[in-house]
């Protein structure tokens, strides 16, 4: 049965009686106000209230418990593989866990992102228990990277907020590492100057530094400055060791090719600065603190 119910006597020319004569306008009247009646009262009789706001109980809630990693390691034929482990609880909202190695300096990149695995798959990544919340993995240190101080950094991504914003930095652990060799001082030879300059002209120069423990074991190449009397040049930050590159960037430093073991540098000896002899003193330095011998060079600046 309908909503509303309507009861209509049509008649024509009888007049004295309670009637109502209908038109085809009327009729069509009629109908659409019907429908509209009815559209209105339905949703009345059949909808919920819609809430004012959404409500999302969803919430990234686990916990670092904390990490396990070596405090030092060394290198040897037998084991080179370091294992390392994050625990977290509530990881029902994690999604993803890696971690990343690098020299603590930043300098040298080991792995950049080393997935974490809760799988118990020992010989794979050395995770012992599937499910207990521990995210293991294995990096390599070799013989050929160099001894000194090294970081694990890991990360968290969840499955709750879109990203990047789901992605957390959780912890870092520094270790010591011994890669099982001698260490052997650097060996600085072949450096390359122009033969003469002139003061406000910018010259690029250059020498050769090798490390027997690999040329990753180079910490740095520098150089200090002396003037034709004789002193030493310190800059206004109190610096008098400069540094040589071997980054390839040939606008910035004269580089022509990243890491082919040649150093460069870019100068120029400004206006008011005295001409004569110039004395350069280059040396290099590996990372477990032994120097080269230095080697000098004289510089007619005109």
């Known amino acids: 049965m309908s909503i509303f119910s309507f009861h209509i006597k049509s008649t024509l020319n009888k007049p004295g009686k309670h009637s109502v004569i209908i038109t085809s306008a009327m009729k069509k009247i009629l109908n ?5 009646s009815a559209l209105l009262a339905f949703p009345l009789l059949s909808c919920d209230k819609i809430p004012d706001g959404i409500v999302d109980l969803s ?15 060394t290198y040897s034929q037998n084991d080179s593989a370091v294992v390392t482990s994050i ?8 999604s993803n866990v890696w971690c990343k190695v690098t020299s603590v300096d930043g300098t040298l990149l080991i792995k950049d992102q080393i997935p974490m695995y809760d799988n118990g798959n020992i010989a794979f990544n050395g995770d012992q228990t599937k499910g207990d919340g521990i995210y293991t993995a294995k990096f390599i240190m070799g013989k050929l990277n160099p001894n000194g101080s090294y970081q694990i950094e890991y990360f968290i991504e969840d499955n709750i907020r879109p990203a990047p914003e789901n992605l957390v930095k959780a912890g870092v652990h520094i270790f010591t590492f ?12 072949s450096e390359n100057f122009p033969h ?19 040329q990753s074991d180079i910490d740095s190449v520098y150089y200090k400055l ?8 310190i800059n206004s930050q109190g610096i008098s060791k400069f540094m040589l ?11 022509l090719t990243a890491q082919d ?16 002899i110039w004395r350069f003193e280059l040396q290099a330095r590996d990372r477990g603190g032994k120097y080269s011998d230095p080697i000098s060079h004289n510089l007619l600046v005109n």
């Open 32 to 36: 659409k106000n019907l429908i509209f």
């Open 59 to 73: 919430r990234v809630d686990y916990k670092i418990l904390g990490v396990t990693a070596p405090i030092g390691f």
């Open 87 to 94: 625990q977290i609880s509530n990881y029902e909202t994690v």
């Open 178 to 189: 011994n890669n099982g060799q001698n260490n052997i001082a650097p060996v600085i030879s």
């Open 196 to 214: 003469a300059v002139n003061i406000g002209q910018q010259f690029t120069f250059s020498v050769k530094a090798v490390d027997p423990n690999g």
């Open 226 to 233: 002396y003037r034709p009397n004789g002193t030493l040049v």
């Open 245 to 255: 590159f071997d980054d390839g960037n040939t606008s910035v430093h004269g580089d």
């Open 261 to 276: 073991g040649i150093y460069s540098a870019v100068l120029t000896f400004p206006s008011g600065q005295p001409t004569g």
